[in-house]
Antibody, heavy 114, light 111 residues
Framework: QVQLQESGPGLVKPSETLSLTCTVSGGSISIFYWSWIRQPPGKGPEWIGYIYDSGTTNYNPSLKSRVTISVDTSKNQFSLKLTSVTAADTAVYYC????????WGQGTLVTVSS | EIVLTQSPGTLSLSPGERATLSCRASQSIAGSNLAWYQQKPGQAPRLLIY?????ATAIDIPDRFSGSGSGTDFTLTISRLEPEDFAVYYCQQYGSSPLYTFGQGTKVEIK
């Protein structure tokens, strides 16, 4: 059974870098599309980007200048880095598998505040 | 950017009734690459339908959920509402790179 689990700081200061990791169990990370999605409180989801084939990425154009998604196949993990955060980046961040987002992590709330 | 518009915003129905949710795209979605998700409070969205009409059986989605449509107009139908089906539903297109967009959601509430 495929399981995903997000981890990382729940509080990030403005202008700093948000860093999250998604650990995948129950399957290899070397295939499939691996995505990050976020959802601000009370709003709908927003797709951030994906990585596949252990290195090919695709990012939301509105976030592209600040986002990096990478994969560590030795740990079966993939990661999200979002630089220069502001309060507008406060959201629940989810990792998921496939372009159609078949499997999701439970999500982790990241608050941007000083 | 493809904009997805869902209607209605809220659907008030009773258990046992049929629910019909609409998702309209601002331009044609390549390959009918459209998915539907259900989200309950405090939970991650759950995939119901992908490729417009294929039920996500790998994660045991019941057959009362069905999807249809192509091009710019898509529909999610719940044939008979169960108590656990009252939630928010989102459509998402993943056919137009580089941006995969979500609709704003339809809330299905108990009447």
């Amino acid at each position: 059974q495929v399981q995903l689990q997000e981890s990382g700081p729940g509080l990030v200061k403005p202008s700093e870098t948000l860093s999250l990791t998604c650990t995948v169990s129950g399957g290899s990370i070397s295939i499939f599309y691996w995505s990050w999605i976020r959802q601000p409180p009370g709003k709908g989801p927003e797709w951030i980007g994906y990585i596949y084939d252990s290195g090919t990425t695709n990012y939301n154009p509105s976030l592209k200048s600040r986002v990096t998604i990478s994969v560590d196949t030795s740990k079966n993990q993939f990661s999200l880095k979002l630089t220069s955060v502001t309060a507008a980046d406060t959201a629940v961040y989810y990792c998921a598998r496939d372009r159609e987002l078949t499997y999701w992590g439970q999500g982790t709330l990241v608050t941007v505040s000083s | 950017e493809i904009v997805l518009t869902q209607s209605p915003g809220t659907l008030s129905l009773s258990p046992g009734e049929r629910a019909t949710l609409s998702c309209r795209a601002s331009q044609s979605i390549a390959g009918s690459n459209l998915a539907w998700y259900q989200q309950k409070p405090g939970q991650a969205p759950r995939l119901l339908i992908y490729a417009a009409s294929i039920r996500a059986t790998a994660i045991d989605i019941p057959d009362r959920f069905s999807g249809s449509g192509s091009g710019t107009d898509f529909t999610l139908t719940i044939s008979r509402l169960e108590p656990e089906d009252f939630a928010v539903y989102y459509c998402q297109q993943y056919g137009s790179s580089p941006l995969y967009t979500f609709g704003q959601g339809t809330k299905v509430e108990i009447k």
